[in-house]
């Protein structure tokens, strides 16, 4: 499937919640759900009546666009969280969490997990010291991350930290604001991952 290029924001109101998308911009009042909270196309604004299959869809669909996946990278994971024992709901939003871009966003590096992808791929980002550029890197607790030395200037980065405090750090994260860094304390608990979804749903309509 081909990467989606058009506006994020259309992709908020298709879902009819708040995926966080662009950064600071989902918290003001120019936040399209807020403006227009129906789904986009000329049939938006009709009776809408989902079957079990198209609701079970719609929080896959939801899922893949918060972390900004793609099927097949989504699917992959899946059958990773699938093969651990125990429940494999709760196995992938651990595995989603701890992608290396979404670390960056939860650790208010980017203000986005998109512009954390981007970060990543130009060589901003540190892993235990070293340049990695594979945002789907998985991090493991006492990892650390942190920005190069020279990327701390970025007018992308000092302004997304400048608004962490009022999105905060999960527990199973630890930032150092004034030393650019932040530590994995441990693998995010289901309590940890405040999502809009219902991960359950995901894993029956992979189960059909």
């Known amino acids: 499937m081909a990467k989606y290029r058009g506006p994020v924001c259309r992709l908020c109101r298709r879902e009819g919640v708040k995926l966080f998308l662009k950064g600071s911009r989902c918290m003001t009042e120019k936040c399209a759900v807020e403006r227009r909270s129906y789904p986009p196309g000329q049939h ?20 893949k666009r918060i972390y900004g996946l793609q099927e097949r990278q989504f699917r992959g994971l899946f059958s990773r969280a699938e093969r651990k024992p125990g429940v494999t709901g709760e196995h992938l939003l651990k595995l989603l969490e701890c992608r290396l871009d979404n670390v960056v966003y939860r650790l208010g590096f980017a203000a986005s997990r998109k512009e ?50 009022g999105r905060g750090i999960p527990n199973w994260l630890e930032l150092d604001k004034g030393a650019f860094k932040g530590a994995v304390r441990g693998i995010p608990t289901k309590d940890d991952i405040a999502l809009p979804v219902n991960e359950q749903m995901v894993v029956e309509l992979y189960s059909r």
């Open 116 to 165: 954390a992808r981007q970060l990543i791929n130009h060589g901003h980002i540190l892993l235990n010291g070293r340049k990695v550029d594979v945002p789907a890197a998985l991090v493991k607790p006492n990892d650390v991350i942190e920005v190069r030395e020279r990327s701390r200037s970025l007018v992308p980065i000092q302004a997304a930290l400048d608004a962490v405090d």
């Open 44 to 63: 938006g604004q009709g009776r809408q009546r989902l079957s079990e299959y198209s609701a079970q869809l719609r929080e896959k669909q939801k899922l």
